[in-house]
């Protein structure tokens, strides 16, 4: 059974960072893309960030050079380093594996305050 679990979200200032986790059990993380969403209140789930297993990356523009997104295939674990937060980062954020068919984890809140 395929299982992701999101970690570090939290409350944090504007222009603070936090660093997400995703830890995946019952697949090959080393295969898949993985990638990071996000749902603000009353929004869409909308894209963040994506890596291939290939290593190439891919952001949001919205998120781009104050995201980083990584994976530690030895621990089937992927990360999204998040600084220079913003209050409109504020929302549930997802990790997904795969692109056609994700594995989706059950999502961890981030709240930015200003």
């Known amino acids: 059974q395929v299982k992701l679990v999101e970690s570090g979200g939290g409350l944090v200032e504007a222009g603070g960072s936090l660093r997400l986790s995703c830890a995946a059990s019952?697949?090959?993380?080393?295969?898949?893309?993985m990638s990071w969403f996000r749902q603000a209140p009353g929004k869409e789930r909308e894209f963040v960030a994506r890596i291939r297993p290939d290593g190439s990356t891919y952001y949001a523009d919205s998120v781009k050079g104050r995201f980083t997104i990584s994976t530690d295939n030895a621990k089937n674990t992927g990360y999204l380093q998040m600084d220079s937060l913003k209050p409109e980062d504020t929302g549930v954020y997802y990790c997904?594996?795969?692109?056609?068919?994700?594995?989706w984890g059950q999502g961890t809140q981030v709240t930015v305050s200003s």
């Open positions: 019952g697949l090959t993380f080393s295969i898949y893309a």
């Open positions: 997904a594996a795969g692109v056609t068919k994700p594995y």
